[in-house]
């Protein structure tokens, strides 16, 4: 398996990988919105004999502290792994490839929205534990799902922010 950045040809492939692993066009959706806003920062794929079979995206991120001093960082998602090789560590790759980049381009932080118990390996943590919150849920309402990495290796030591996603990611698209 090969993980690489992603090539225009492969924008059908991706679709329909994406629709069959989160069964549904959502996900579709918000990755053509972002490649089409230019707001797909960081999009790899895992090609595996010629099958791309995994992809990851991530997109900019805005916070706003409570003093109004503004902070940018990444947001990751969506990730996606082909349903028939789901389970063999491609989407692990994928998300550990992303980040490794991502901190030499010297990002300073990363957000999510996704299940703590297998993102924590990757070091994530609840965002609302230091009083960071998605706008879209200020009264976390996700719980731990919202979810922050610094990616610069030293602790985040800015509170009481207020994460807003591109607005690609609220696309309405057919």
């Known amino acids: ?43 790899l794929v895992a090609e595996d004999h010629g099958r791309i079979v995994g992809e990851i995206m991530f997109a900019p991120v805005t916070g706003r502290t409570t003093s109004g001093t503004e902070l940018y960082g990444i947001g990751l998602g969506p990730v996606a792994v082909a349903p028939d090789v789901q389970k063999r560590g491609i989407g692990s790759a994928l998300i550990e490839h992303g980040l490794e980049y991502l901190k030499k381009l010297g990002v300073p932080f990363c957000v999510l929205l996704g299940d703590p118990a297998y993102y924590k390996r990757f070091g994530f943590t609840p965002a609302r534990d230091i009083n960071w919150f998605w706008e879209a849920d200020p009264e976390a309402t996700y719980g731990d799902a919202f979810q922050l990495l610094s990616l610069s290796g030293a602790p985040i030591d800015v509170t009481h922010v207020t994460i807003a996603y591109h607005a690609a990611f609220a696309a309405d698209e057919d």
Do not use: K, N, Y
């Not at 991706?14 to 919105?33: H, M, N, P, T």
């Open 1 to 43: 398996m090969q993980i690489r950045a992603f090539d225009e040809d492969e924008t059908d492939g991706v679709r329909q990988l994406l629709d069959a692993a989160f069964d549904g066009v959502a996900e579709s959706r918000i990755v053509r919105a972002l490649r089409a806003a230019d707001a797909d920062t960081l999009e």
